[in-house]
């Protein structure tokens, strides 16, 4: 009988320790199941999410391009100050990442704005993998930089503009920009207050400057460039303000010239900018040995001190507002 008992016993113990297995062999299976199952949904809720995302078909330069219709992470590949910063800053789109020009001049208008924006290299050689890092969804450049183009792309649906075809128009550039980002409203809101800015200007500035000329040196390390007013970004502004260039701008249009030093009368004017963009060039410009040259002081616009220097190469409307202000700084006390 107690064998028997213990045989019993033995048996009853055993069945419950085949339960506890089962119960928890299929608990873990259950368990992988439903890790399993919330995988397959997640991830099926990540893709219904990428697939519902909005696109458009826009043309660039380099052909057509699926962007979303309202882009969240942008990068662009652009010096500090270029047509790109510009125009993000004036429609409130901060960029994820950015290009820097370490030898440019700053233009400290755009410092807030950019101030927590990683940089992705330099503008000539950005860093693919510092921009595959970001996770752009679309990524702007020029046409200049278009051998990055194929594998720039694969990072992300990718812009290519050139800002110079038919003329440098940043109102035309600006409009582009702003309607592939879905900011065309916006884009023509700040535009109306430019044309408000140059018509108060002509107003007040108009009859006082009609008899004046203007003329434009670029400084590119010791050579000094004229270039045509269709290349220039600000000088569309001055001819919005009313500002006359020299006859000898008529025949440039989009080309430019290296002057020599014997033809720099044949470019005075009653008012001379100088434009520089390295900051070598601006920080030891009072040592250019040009200035020291008889001919440099014999320019009407040098010996009545109506010399200026500029950076205005923004390219957007923050440059135009500035071209504006300057403007009446450089002309209400000489007129």
Same mark, same amino acid.
């Given at each position: ?18 339960? !506890?297995?089962? !119960? =928890? ?9 439903? +890790? ?19 696109? /458009?078909?826009?043309? @660039? $330069?380099?052909?057509? &391009?699926?962007? %979303?219709?309202? %882009? ?6 652009? $010096? ?11 429609? #409130? ?35 693919? +993998? ?28 990718? =812009? ?17 920009? !702003? +309607?592939?980002? #879905? ?6 809101? &700040? ?32 050579? =000094?460039? &004229? ?20 006859? !000898? ?6 080309? @430019? ?11 005075? $004017? ?33 010996? /009545?001190?109506? &010399? ?8 957007? %409307? ?18």
């Amino acid at each position: 009988m107690r064998k028997r008992a213990i045989h019993k016993t033995a048996v009853f113990f055993l069945s419950l320790v085949f339960v !506890a297995i089962f !119960a =928890v062999t299929a608990c873990d299976s259950n368990t992988q199941r439903t +890790e399993q199952s919330e995988s397959s949904a997640q991830t099926a809720l990540e893709r219904s999410e990428q697939d519902s995302i909005a696109t /458009k078909t826009v043309g @660039h $330069a380099l052909g057509q &391009v699926e962007i %979303p219709l309202q %882009p969240q992470r942008i990068v662009v590949l652009d $010096a500090i100050g270029s047509f790109y910063i510009d125009a993000l800053s004036s429609l #409130g789109i901060q960029p994820v990442g950015v290009t820097r020009c370490a030898d440019c001049i700053a233009l400290n208008y755009f410092d807030e704005f950019l101030q927590d924006v990683p940089s992705v290299g330099n503008d000539s050689r950005p860093s693919l +993998e510092t921009i595959l890092g970001l996770e752009p969804d679309l990524i702007l450049g020029y046409s200049w930089q278009r051998n990055f183009y194929p594998r720039l792309s694969e990072i992300a649906p990718t =812009v290519i503009m050139d800002i110079f075809s038919e003329g440098n128009d940043f109102k035309r550039n600006f409009r582009y920009l !702003a +309607e592939i980002l #879905g900011k065309s409203n916006q884009a023509e809101v &700040v535009l109306a207050n430019y044309d408000a800015q140059i018509q108060e200007f002509r107003q007040q500035m108009g009859d006082k400057l009609k008899n004046k000329t203007v003329s434009l040196f670029s400084f590119w390390g010791s050579a =000094v460039h &004229v270039y045509g007013p269709d290349i220039l970004a600000y000088a569309q502004v001055l001819r919005d303000a009313g500002i006359q260039f020299i006859p !000898a701008y008529e025949d440039l249009g989009s080309n @430019h010239l290296r002057l020599s030093l014997e033809s720099l009368p044949n470019w005075d $004017a009653d008012f001379l900018f100088l434009d520089l963009f390295y900051k070598e060039e601006f920080e030891s410009i009072d040592s250019l040995s040009l200035f020291t040259e008889p001919l440099w002081s014999s320019l009407n616009a040098v010996q /009545k001190d109506q &010399v200026y220097v500029t950076n205005w190469y923004g390219g957007g %409307p923050v440059m135009a507002n500035q071209v504006i202000d300057d403007l009446y700084e450089y002309f209400s006390e000489m007129l």
